[in-house]
């Protein structure tokens, strides 16, 4: 089965994924935004289904999790909006993002209804490989990739463990903490990226954190791409030019 | 990797972002090195002695039994050092920290009995404090607040969501994130990933050992009941402890109803379904999409939509009865333990008081029936007085 992830990790150059909240700050413009985020190259999308307590989210995302709950945001109105999203876009890569809560009450059943609507990947940040292996394989033999969580406290056995059950990309967490913009990718980030690097040959994707080129000079040739959540949401919110503000980013980080 | 079992029948785990997997694992072989280090134990029982002043007496209750129809006696937790159990965890898990090497701890905190104790447990040991604590919870618990301010501790007031525990849960454990191999974050109730509900379970079950020895040296035999309120189920797990295995003992959760079970509560044992929040597959309030309901009870140390994991097993498993009592029952309790046995318990432990009153007649005479006052009634004047005055007017 091809996966649209693996695809997209094939094409040379750095690859950038974008991070929405599904229904914020409506349902009308997360797809305006999804329109623009994938025109201005962004070249997959991620599109997190909100949750009333997410602990792994700093206040940008937190904030927009609560504003679409409030809303109204069901996980029903989440696969209409990603099969609007696919329907427009065939070829991008859309990745799930969600607390485990609100997919495991929905059951199985919901998994296969995300695949239908067009899902190529899902993450659960609060589903560690410990105690979600079997349900990581189960999305897996769905043809849905499972990218892990790597943050730079894991060493050892876990670690080659994380790696392995990785599929689609490695999502390595450049620091501690929550999400949200910062300022430098402190040296046990660093530290993580080569300890991947000399680990495995699946691509890794940093993420956490990232807002500006002058950032990701450090890493950028420890890694495949790059995760933009809070930053990009703040974009957005301010109205600002999406293609300029990442072809920015991607000059800044030629060499 | 763990070497801990981490489930208690189908509930429990570490549902917790990865960053956190290698931390557990550091705390828990920590704990179960200290639990066997005879210095550690010593320790931490001679400040449960010298310190904390326990043990805590078991007061034979006169004229509550009369009102009641069965032998009453009362675990004083209210009597702790602090004035709640919320004591015994804060002085372990601080020695655990400073064990571990650790010299800032966090906590979250709903009443301020958790906040006010871990602020004591780190003056006396030296270790510095920040306490996370819900908006609405800093408005209606102010005295607590001060508490913790006088006592060197810095709170950190959580404006978001509802403003109470269950946000001041989320930014301890964001802020755990942030500085997560410096800090120790000492969980105030038996729930949180493993191996946070063994450890306070662990420190709390000293309410059971003392309550067992006292009522078999003063009855000569166990009690037919134990009765606890629940909010987390720190102090209902510690009492229980002792127990479990007697199954002539009985066993009964009191949860808060709040403005009724049809309407605002908080009593998940009674209304919960399987669920996984705060680090923990437990039973959750929870709508059908899977997001966390609002909760509500007077008592703020109640104020939560989860419960511990070995408790919603020992429910589920029949072991422990789930009960409630709603807002103006507790305050009917409060009411007549201070005006029966001259004590005014915590908001929250008057809700296992309530279950008495709500149950009177249906003892038999001779039934010995132990209930754990949690905690004292001080920092809920301001409540209770508000509570009588519109019931009045
Ligand atoms: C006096 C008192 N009792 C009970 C509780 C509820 O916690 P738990 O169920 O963990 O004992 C609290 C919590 O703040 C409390 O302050």
């Known amino acids: 089965m091809k996966n649209r992830v693996d695809e997209v990790f094939r094409r040379s150059g ?3 994924i974008g991070y929405l909240t599904c229904g914020y700050p409506d349902d009308e413009t997360t797809l305006e935004w999804a329109d623009r985020v994938i025109s201005a190259g962004f070249e997959i999308l991620e599109i997190g289904l909100p949750f009333s307590d997410p602990v792994a989210d700093g206040p940008v995302i937190e904030l927009a999790s609560q504003e679409a709950l409030k809303r109204g945001m069901t996980p029903e109105k989440y696969l209409e909006i990603v099969s609007e999203i696919r329907k427009k876009h065939p070829d991008i890569p859309l990745i799930t993002m969600s607390y485990y809560n609100p997919i495991a009450r929905k059951g199985f059943k919901y998994i296969e209804n995300l695949k239908k609507s067009g899902i190529d990947g899902i993450i659960i940040p609060d589903l560690p490989l410990i105690e979600g292996e079997n349900f990581y394989r189960k999305i897996n033999s769905l043809g849905i990739v499972t990218p892990m969580l790597i943050p730079p406290t894991i060493k050892g056995e876990y670690f080659k463990k994380l790696v392995k059950a990785s599929s689609g990309f490695i999502y390595a967490v450049t620091r501690t903490g929550t999400t949200g913009a910062r300022d430098e990718i402190p040296p046990e980030g660093i530290e993580l990226f080569r300890r991947l690097k000399r680990e495995t040959n699946k691509p890794v994707a940093a993420g956490f954190g990232i807002s500006r080129p002058q950032q990701l000079t450090s890493i950028k040739n420890l890694v495949d791409g790059f995760i933009i959540g809070s930053a990009l949401i703040k974009k ?3 109205g600002e030019d999406i293609k300029n503000w990442l072809n920015w980013i991607k000059e800044g980080i030629k060499d | 990797m763990f070497r801990l079992k981490r489930y208690y029948g189908s509930f429990g785990g570490v549902y917790i972002p990865e960053l956190f997997i290698p931390i557990l694992e550091e705390l828990e072989s920590a704990f179960i090195r200290a639990k066997r280090d005879s210095e550690f134990l010593k320790r931490y029982r001679k400040l449960l002695k010298e310190y904390a002043g326990r043990p805590t007496p078991l007061t034979y209750a006169p004229r509550l039994s009369k009102i009641i129809g069965a032998k009453i006696y009362l675990k004083r937790e209210d009597l702790a050092h602090t004035g709640a159990h919320k004591i015994n965890n804060t002085i372990g898990q601080a020695l655990l920290a400073e064990y571990m090497g650790k010299r800032r701890i966090i906590a979250e905190t709903g009443a301020g009995q958790h906040g006010v104790a871990t602020a004591t447990a780190a003056a006396h040991i030296g270790l510095e404090c920040e306490i996370f604590m819900g908006s609405e919870d800093v408005k209606r618990q102010r005295l607590n607040v001060l508490r913790m301010e006088l006592l060197g ?5 959580v404006n978001k969501g509802s403003g109470t525990l269950k946000d ?7 802020e755990w994130a942030e500085n997560v191999t410096t800090t120790y974050y000492l969980l105030g ?8 509900p063994a450890i306070v379970k662990f420190f709390q079950s000293v309410i059971g050992s003392e309550t067992k020895k006292q009522i078999r040296k003063i009855e000569g035999r166990d009690p037919d009941y134990v009765i606890a309120c629940v909010g987390g189920g720190s102090n209902a797990m510690g009492i229980f402890s002792a127990f479990i295995r007697n199954r002539n003992t ?4 009191v949860e808060a109803a709040g403005r009724g079970l049809d309407s605002l509560h908080s009593a998940t044992l009674n209304l919960g ?3 996984y929040l705060h680090g923990t597959r437990s039973l959750l309030l929870q709508d059908k999409n899977g997001q966390v309901k609002k909760v509500h009870s007077i008592a703020p140390g109640l104020d939560y939509p989860g419960v511990g994991p070995e ?6 498993s029949g072991r422990v009865k789930a009960s409630s009592a709603t807002d103006t029952e507790v305050i009917e309790a409060v009411k007549v333990l201070a005006e029966s046995e001259g004590i005014i318990p915590a908001l929250e432990s008057a809700h296992a008081v309530a279950y008495l009153l709500k149950h009177r007649g249906e003892f038999r005479q001779e039934d010995i029936v132990v209930v754990n006052i949690s905690g004292r009634g001080d920092k809920d004047m301001e409540t209770i007085m508000e509570a009588l005055h519109e019931k009045q007017s």
């Open chain 2, 189 to 196: 109730s038996v729930v949180g990933p493993h191996p946070y």
């Open chain 2, 168 to 174: 001041a849960i989320n930014e301890a454990l964001r």
């Open chain 2, 250 to 253: 009985r066993l009964i959760g």
């Open chain 2, 273 to 275: 379904t399987p669920g």
């Open chain 2, 311 to 316: 408790l919603a097993h020992l429910v589920y």
């Open chain 1, 14 to 16: 750095k690859i950038f």
């Open chain 1, 236 to 238: 957005l919110e301010e």
């Open chain 2, 153 to 157: 501790a810095k709170v950190v007031p």
